[in-house]
């Protein structure tokens, strides 16, 4: 069975997301990025989200992990908590 472990940053606008991602993409540490700006309580831990298998996250996320690019900064992902950067840190088929 797939599985997949991810981190990822929670905010409320499509554009803050952007704005992190570029800051990212520049060199920003992703943990510290979602220390510093995630809603979601996964980001006192840097974002990390663990080992999950498909079909336990939200569907628009659940596709990002289990297609998109491993160790990518991926997003913005709208899902009905607001907007997520996702970066899939490893997976298995």
Request: a negative charge.
């Amino acid at each position: 069975m797939s599985s997949a472990t991810a981190r990822h940053i929670l905010v409320d606008s499509e554009e803050k997301c952007l704005q992190l991602k570029a800051a990212i993409e520049a060199g920003s540490d992703f943990a510290q990025v979602a220390k510093e700006n995630s809603s979601c309580p996964s980001g006192q831990s840097g974002g990390d989200l663990g080992a999950f298998g498909p079909g336990q996250m939200v569907p628009e996320f659940d596709h990002a992990v289990f297609s998109g690019e491993v160790n990518k900064v991926l997003g913005p992902i709208k899902t009905q908590f607001g907007y997520h950067l996702l970066e899939v840190t490893s997976r298995t088929d």
